[in-house]
């Protein structure tokens, strides 16, 4: 097709960089490049330079700007159970079932493959137990190669498990009974993939009160925390939520998500169970700091 074929009607089009550098059009009668009145050849535009890509949606993150569903990895050696446990999560709207396991050993090699946002792990299974498996998938060199964070919720028949408690000072945001309901246990999963733990303030200070004795000493970190941070620190041990604390402490609830985060920063923990495991395992749990 000729230039003069392409002449823009009026208004013109604006053109963008990306459009490459245009000749003039032909004069009239005759067409572009030929005759006395035609403009010098240009050289060739310069190759086109790829646009850079569009940066990755964060983890979690779906396509369109919708959040991903919940990640759930199932761990338990009764395969009857775990299949009734994967249709009421699969169920549940905003999150899916990506594998399940039949021991502890299947759950670590199945985090590092799958990377779920939450396991649900049996405590007492063979080959290796739930409390061990929880111990190992937030073991140091394990934790340092994992790009997204991991929530781990035990499943136990009884209440107030000695066992329980000790997968939580291992990392596990909580414990459920095996004859929860669908809805708890939605609910429950989407408490720990905030951050939080499924475990009543209350019951989770008892379950751990009786766990950690001889008290350790107060780490170093423990000195770097402001005058707020410790009032903060104390009140998230003593379970108070957010708006609990900010009145308490007289500032806002950001302000308190605020210190929240730098107080788990500053001592190295991953969430807000981490706090009240932390708080009891050094004997600070309950004081005024």
Do not use: C, W
């Not at 136990?156 to 809805?183: C, E, H, M, Q, W």
């Not at 903060?232 to 302000?255: C, P, R």
Request: aromatic share 2%; proline share 10%; hydrophobic share 45%.
């Amino acid at each position: 097709m000729s230039a003069a074929d392409e002449r823009p009607t009026t208004p013109p089009t604006p053109l963008t960089a990306s459009d490459g550098p245009v000749g003039p059009a032909a004069a009239p009668g005759g067409s572009a490049g030929s005759g006395a009145n035609s403009a010098p050849d240009l050289p060739p535009a310069p190759p086109a330079v790829p646009a850079p890509e569009a940066p990755a949606p964060p983890a979690g993150a779906g396509g369109g700007g919708e959040p991903a569903p919940i990640r759930v990895l199932l761990v338990d050696d009764q395969a009857l159970f775990r299949e009734g446990v994967a249709v009421m999560v699969n169920a549940q709207p905003g999150m899916t079932v990506v594998g399940q396991g039949a021991d502890g050993a299947e759950a670590v090699r199945l985090v590092d493959e799958l990377s779920p946002d939450v396991v649900l792990m049996d405590i007492r299974m063979p080959v290796l137990d739930g409390v061990e498996a929880t111990r190992q998938i937030f073991g140091p060199s394990r934790g340092a190669r994992r790009r997204r964070p991991v929530r781990v919720v035990v499943l136990t028949t009884f209440n107030l498990d000695d066992r329980a408690a000790t997968a939580i000072r291992y990392g596990a945001s909580g414990f459920l009974l095996k004859d929860t309901t669908p809805v708890m246990l939605g609910d429950a999963i989407r408490t720990v993939h905030a951050g939080n733990a499924v475990l009543a303030p209350q019951d989770l200070a008892t379950l751990l009160e009786g766990t950690f004795r001889p008290r350790r000493p107060a780490p170093p970190g423990l000195d770097n925390l402001t005058v707020k941070e410790r009032e903060v620190l104390a009140a998230v041990a003593a379970g108070l939520s957010n708006a609990e604390i900010g009145a308490k402490v007289f500032v806002s609830e950001s302000t308190v998500k605020t210190h929240v985060g730098s107080i788990l920063r500053k001592l190295g923990l991953r969430d807000r169970v981490q706090i009240v495991v932390f708080a009891h395992e050094h004997g600070i749990a309950g004081e005024g700091l």
